[in-house]
């Protein structure tokens, strides 16, 4: 690729459990959003270099989530009464300190982050605005898993979580007579905005379970407002506590930490989460049918990937007469990238759908609309294959590449006059994988507005003349099951002959994307779960093909 501006470089991670977090947000998060060891331009003492903002900053707006990461090891010589307040104290206290640091930073100077330690080059995307952004606060505690095991005999080395120890009692014992506990976490900074505490397991597994961006901060969200209620009493290790909200869903269909019995929290009641519950999940049956079932998902995070590398790289094209723009070119991609796992599932079922159908047709239409009431039934996305046929060599491919922009730009337009409840459109237009002569692919983003007139008319015109969204279109209601019980509508234009891959595989072998291993999710079998969120998701459709 032609190299049209510097690349950006994410930063550099400097230990290797740092460059282990980086990875991992790499793979959950994916590379747009996630920066390693950021800078602040705050010089004193003659330095001549930054100083350190968090160990990886992820931004994806609303969200914000500051890491700090601290490996301390465990002094094993020392009774564990001794050992476990230093501990704390140099891996945690101290990453909740400079946490809060971070955060003052970035509401004070959110212009004043870099990439690199001479604090030359700046963070590519800006921050979300005051009011809309939402941060999460992590601490990855790091070197205390062994001794957890060694103490409780058995168990992963997760640490318990206990919200009864609030701050500085999970290191002293003066004036509040409590015994210290080790080996437990509580509330560690009860006065100000919550901060997590994942040590390495838990961190392993909760970025395993959880790898988009909605699934882990929806966790967190929902985590700390229970843990702040008081209803949480003990949990036998984060990923019991994980598991939990696995297996339960409110009245909206959502994971969330509701009683045992469903419905609304009984006055004073709390719960005790014991040690099997992360167990008797991946033992389940149905959890490894998810697991089965989100593979298809990542061909979702690949074409992502095919948008945002290039942005990375600097080499991606603009439309001649238009100057590049990072915080336009994002926009797209980061809504692709804040669908949950789910729902990149089902969107990618149908992508990998219109792909077959696409094969031997030269144009064919997907839309993916959910028809519900979440956040995510605002945008809709749509797959276009256009391809390219011997006979337009005669205008070149050029011209065939600027007909099909064209051309999604009219069914975005199209889709959002015709729906107005929609806030935003995001559209693929590419050759079918596999097929043509070029291999290329273009991004349309639309929000909606007040059409006027003019506007109207003069998209009819564009539509006629494309064929764009014409009676012979087809809507098809979709249910997936093992999950909750959705509903989607698919819409499709067909103009032309079907074709089969033979799987999703041999789609991505065809669009040159490596299919990355999905490493296990597996869903749940839990009655009360499935009955709520059938209940919540009866009435929810989206747009597919």
Known sequence: ????????????????????LAKMADKSFLNLWSYASPYRDKKAGGQTTGKELCDLLVVCAPHIIIFSEKTIGWQANKDSGVAWPRWFKAAVWESVKQIRGAERWIKEFPDRIFLDRECTTRLPLALPPADERIIHRVVVAQGVSAA?????????????????????????????????????IGDVDPNEP??????????????????????????????????????????????????????????????????????????????????????KLVADPQYTAKKRADEQSYVWDRLIEVFTKPLLDGTSIVPEGFAFDLQKSELGVRYMALETRFQRRTHAAAIVGAWERGKKIQKFFRMMLDEGDSTHAETAFFMLTFNYESWMETYGYDDYRMKRASMAAVYARTILMERLRLKRVVGISM????????????????????????????????????MVMQPNMKATR????????????????????????????????????????ANAERPVNRQQRRAAERAARRNRYRDRA
């Not at 690729?1 to 282990?20: C, F, W, Y």
Request: include cysteine; charged fraction near 30%.
């Open 148 to 184: 957890v095991r060694a103490h409780f005999g058995e168990g992963s080395g997760s640490l318990l979580i206990k919200p009864a120890i609030v701050g500085e009692q999970h290191f002293k014992t003066h004036n509040y007579g409590n015994d210290i506990e080790p080996f437990a």
């Open 194 to 279: 919550f901060v997590h505490v994942l040590d390495e397991t838990a961190l392993d597994i909760v970025m395993r379970e959880l790898d988009t961006i909605s699934d882990f901060t929806a966790y967190l969200q929902k985590k700390e407002a229970f843990i702040r209620s008081g209803r949480l009493k003990t949990a036998a290790g984060e990923e019991n506590l994980l598991a939990y909200y696995a297996v339960y869903a409110n009245d909206k269909g959502d994971h969330d930490f509701i009683p045992p019995s469903g419905g609304a929290w009984p006055e004073g009641a709390t719960l005790d989460i014991g040690d099997t519950e992360y167990a």
């Open 1 to 20: 690729m032609e190299q049209l501006r510097p690349p950006i470089n994410r930063g550099e991670s400097v230990t290797d459990a740092e460059r282990d």
């Open 431 to 466: 050759e079918c994988p596999g097929r043509g002569v070029g291999g290329s692919e273009e991004m349309v983003f639309a929000l909606q507005k007040d059409w006027t007139d003019e506007e109207r008319a003069e998209n009819e015109k564009e539509r006629a003349a494309y």
């Open 478 to 517: 979709f249910r997936a099951q093992e999950y909750p019980d959705v509903e989607e509508m698919r819409v499709d234009m067909l103009c032309g002959k079907e074709f089969h891959f033979t799987d999703s595989e041999d789609a991505l072998r065809q669009l040159g994307i490596m299919q990355r291993n």
